[in-house]
């Protein structure tokens, strides 16, 4: 098998904690510590950095049932090639097959063959999302499910909550809460703010986060359960989880990579590509969750990729479907971080690396599985309809200029 050598370059490795420029070798996506085969290429990549492949803990695919979205082929061509290789999936597919622990394994194995990406799916907490009767976790264990959740679709009381955490418990089943209080959100679309009252459009205040967050924290101490908050979008909910963590809960929390640089302003004008949930909040918010990630209350960053074509965001605001496209400005989004001054290069990528993969419990097999990818962060370009590989091209980003970007990916043989 062919060598790869690569001189010059930054290799930032979370692993070992190493951030060093140097000469690396890479065989089939690993790095080796001499060529043991005839180095078929050598690349001078002074000014770049050489990182490991990503870990996303939020994105939609919308494939079973909505491929007019997007694929597993085309979501998943996207992922790789932004430096995505393992990527988790919420339960709410239409058609819904996340309840069944058969279906499961046939769509990660149609993700690794038409996408290249390593699937994980999270189960289903309740049959059908229905959220009257806790899913056959059993079989979704079987089936390859490491966790569950009811995505944003409410349960029809807490005592379903309870039996479907003390149930999952059992399992040693991480539950992951998109904290929503339904009867808080209802028939809103956007933050409670001055931007939506201008413009007249129904609001989900933050409250509808933190007083879901505060009940789930009480039944996730009382039933032992490990949980996961993904999606966080409120400041305010993060002493909830800073408390709890100091309490000793087995609770993690991650951000979406917009929420740390986009805010409410956004959907000034009506905006339907900046109509997401949970929705963008106020610039406050926006600086308090970039604090507390900087801290480590927030363990993780996610794409929350929701691709969708364009006739989803042609109707009146508050009928256009929610989500952003993010795959494609993912990693350029990052290094505006670096950039910025909130991390070093090396403290990114280990949100965007172990960090998730810890969260998620994969580390050993994320290690196994990882490749490498290089990426110039200071390449300048633009986001438009020709740039973005995902089928969806749904994103406030579009058409406007980046730093950063990934040049090329390194993957092992899957």
Excluded at 145 to 154: E, I, K, L, T
Excluded at 354 to 380: C, H, N, S, T
Aim: glycine share 8%; net charge negative.
């Amino acid at each position: 098998m062919s060598v790869i050598q690569i001189e010059n370059v930054r290799v930032l490795d979370p692993v070992h904690q190493r951030d060093q420029v140097t000469t690396v070798y890479i065989e089939n996506g690993r790095l080796v510590n001499a060529a043991s085969a005839p180095v078929s290429e050598v690349i001078d990549a002074t000014g770049h950095w050489l990182m490991p492949t990503m870990v996303d803990l939020c994105a939609r695919l919308r494939e079973p049932g909505q491929q007019q979205h997007g694929t597993l082929k085309s979501e998943g061509h996207a992922a790789r090639a932004n430096g995505i290789l393992h990527v988790f999936t919420p339960p709410d597919s239409k058609p819904i097959v996340q309840d069944n622990g058969a279906l499961i394994h046939g769509l990660v194995e149609k993700a690794q063959l038409d996408g290249g990406i390593y699937l994980k799916i999270i189960g289903a907490q309740t049959q059908g999302l229905l959220g009257k009767q806790p899913a056959n976790m059993a079989a979704l264990k079987k089936g390859g499910c490491a966790s569950v959740s009811n995505a944003y679709a409410p349960f029809a009381d807490d005592d379903v909550v309870l039996r479907t955490l003390e149930y999952a418990a059992g399992l040693d089943l991480t539950v992951v809460f998109y904290a929503e209080e339904p009867e808080i959100a209802k028939d809103g679309c956007v933050h409670e703010g001055f931007t939506a009252s201008r413009q007249g459009l129904a609001m989900i205040p933050a409250l509808a986060e933190t007083v879901a967050i505060a009940k789930y924290l009480l039944m996730i101490e009382a039933t032992g359960v490990r949980a996961h908050f993904g999606l966080l979008s409120s400041g305010a909910s993060i002493a909830l989880i800073a408390a709890a963590k100091a309490k000793g809960l087995a609770v993690s929390c991650d951000v979406a990579m917009h929420q740390l640089h986009l805010t409410d302003t956004e959907i000034d004008g009506f905006n339907a590509l900046a109509h997401v949930r949970p929705p963008l909040r106020a610039e406050q918010d926006k600086q308090q969750l970039r604090a507390a990630l900087k801290a480590g209350v927030i363990d993780a960053i996610c794409t929350h990729h929701e691709p969708l074509n364009a006739s989803a965001k042609l109707a009146p605001f508050a009928e256009t479907e929610s989500g952003i496209s993010a795959f494609d400005s993912y990693v350029a989004l990052g290094i505006q971080l670096v950039n910025e001054g909130l991390f070093e290069p090396l403290q990114w990528v280990e949100k965007v690396t172990v960090a998730p993969a810890r969260v998620a419990q994969i580390f050993e097999q994320w290690q196994q599985q990882a490749g490498w990818v290089l990426v110039d962060p200071k390449l300048q370009w633009r986001l438009d309809q020709d740039s973005m590989l995902s089928h969806g091209k749904n994103t406030p980003l579009l058409n406007q200029n980046l730093t950063g970007k990934v040049r090329r990916s390194f993957i092992p043989s899957l």
